[in-house]
Structure formats: C-alpha cells, structure tokens
C-alpha cells in the first residue's frame, strides 16, 4: 500500500488528539453563542463558569469525547464517499481510456470493474486470484487495469514496460503476460518486466525503446493524476459502478457489488 495510506493510522491520532484539545475552547463558543448572539456577551466570570461546567461535565462523562470523535470520523467517511461517488462519475471516460488502460475478458461487458495496482503492491498480488476468478467465472465482466506505480522507482519502470508491451501483446496475450508479472516474486524492476516481456513473446528492443516514447509517460502521469482526483491513497483500489472500493477485499465482496451494479445500477443497492 502507498506510503500515506501505512501513516494514516498515525496522522488520524495526531489530528483526534487535536480535537480533544481544541475541543473545549469549541465547547465554551457553542455555549456562549447564544447569548452573543442576542447581543449580551459573556463576562469574563461567566465565560470562567461555562467553561468549569464544560470541564466537569466532559471529566465525570469522558465518554461523551469518544462518542463525538466516532460520529465525527463516521461523518468524514460519509463525505469522502459521496466525494468519491461524484468524482467517479465525472471521470466516467478516463477510467476506461484505452490510452490509458489495458481491456481484459469481456470488452463488451455489461458490468466493469477497474483495478488501480502497482507491480510490486502485495496486496495486488493477493488479489489478482480473485480478479482472474472474476473474469474466469462471469463471461459478462469487463476488467480494466489501470497501471498506479505509486511505491517507488522499480513500480514507475514496471509500468512503463507493460504500457510499452501493449504495443505488441493484446488481447489474451497481453492478460497472461500481466498475470505472469504479477505473479513474479520479489521486488520488480524493469530488467524484470522486460525478461517477463520476452518470455511472452514480445520484441524487447521494442519495448526498450517504446517505453521511453512521451505516450508512455503520458499514460503514467494521466492515470497518477486520475488516482489522485479519485482520492486514492493505496492499492489496490477497485472502481464498481458509483464506488471505490479499498484493498484486497476478495471476490465475494467484489462480486456482491458487480451483482449489485447489474440490479439497480449501483454498487450498494438500498432497500
């Protein structure tokens, strides 16, 4: 996973702590609001009384700071959701640009599930078995893969290889020499890819020289800058209808999803 998705644990403690402190200061202007706003501001005793009585209340029901920190946190998950949802949906024809994609199983699928990923995520790796299982077992799923080398220099080399080799390889061809390198243990590079490349047939000068053309960069650079207006922070993140979903959740929970899209057009059916 990206580097600020293993942090977040930490930056949200940072900023909770920062809550709690400025908590009681937001305390005492929401108490005293209503008589400011009547045009009698607080004394400095009264102010003095609200803000005892907010510190003894929030000392003998701590609690209360608990609670207001989860409906807060439910609250922010809420708005990055709908945030998400709006944000996928104007990027409708980025997310399955060719230019910027590789097509897998049914191109013509009524259901399409787009896969952010990086060659040298392991929890990509954990999930290609439920994406080949997807595809495999619904002759009606569209796969797209998005190429997001955010975990460092070999992840940006890899990319630029396997953009570079869908110049020669589509198809089937294409999908098994994706699956090979996935499945590539250890740490991958682009000597890697290409050795992988040759091994499916492809013309490694070729692609040497391919993977240096302004298109393949354009291709990484437009798909990084698609990740972050989508607010991805990780792989692998899957795109199911109007949702993004988050890590390597497993086919039954992809599948529910892509049943859910056939149903009522959405990831998440309500009712």
Not at 56 to 69: F, R, S, V
Not at 94 to 101: I, Q, R
């Amino acid at each position: 996973m990206a580097l600020f998705t293993l942090l977040r644990p930490a930056f949200a403690g940072i900023r909770r702590a920062g809550l709690v402190l400025g908590g009681l200061g937001l305390a005492v202007t929401l108490a005293a609001a209503p008589v400011q706003a009547q045009g009698q501001p607080l004394s400095p005793e009264q102010r003095k009384a609200v803000t005892d009585l907010i510190r003894e209340t929030l000392l003998k029901n701590p609690e209360l700071i608990q609670e207001a920190l989860v409906e807060l946190e439910r609250r922010n998950q809420v708005a990055q959701a709908e945030a998400q949802r709006s944000a996928v949906a104007s990027e409708k024809a980025n997310l399955v640009d060719p230019a910027t994609s590789i097509i897998a199983a049914n191109p013509q699928g009524d259901v399409t599930l787009i896969e952010f990923m990086d060659y040298n995520c392991g929890f990509c790796k954990r999930a290609l078995d439920d994406v080949r299982t997807l595809a495999k077992d619904d002759p009606k799923l569209r796969v797209v893969i998005k190429d997001f080398p955010i975990l460092g220099p070999d992840s940006v080399e890899a990319s630029r290889v396997a953009i570079a080799v869908k110049n020669q390889l589509q198809g089937q061809k294409y999908w098994d020499f994706h699956n090979k390198l996935m499945a590539t243990k250890g740490r991958i590079n682009g000597a890697k890819a290409l050795e992988i490349a040759k091994d499916a047939g492809a013309d490694v000068e070729r692609a040497r020289k391919d993977m240096d053309a302004p298109a393949t960069r354009a291709a990484i650079e437009s798909t990084v800058a698609l990740g972050d207006r989508l607010g991805l922070t990780g792989t692998p993140a899957f795109i199911i209808g109007d949702e993004v979903v988050f890590g390597a959740v497993g086919a039954a929970a992809l599948k529910e999803k892509i049943e859910a899209v056939r149903k009522c057009g959405k990831a998440t059916c309500s009712g």
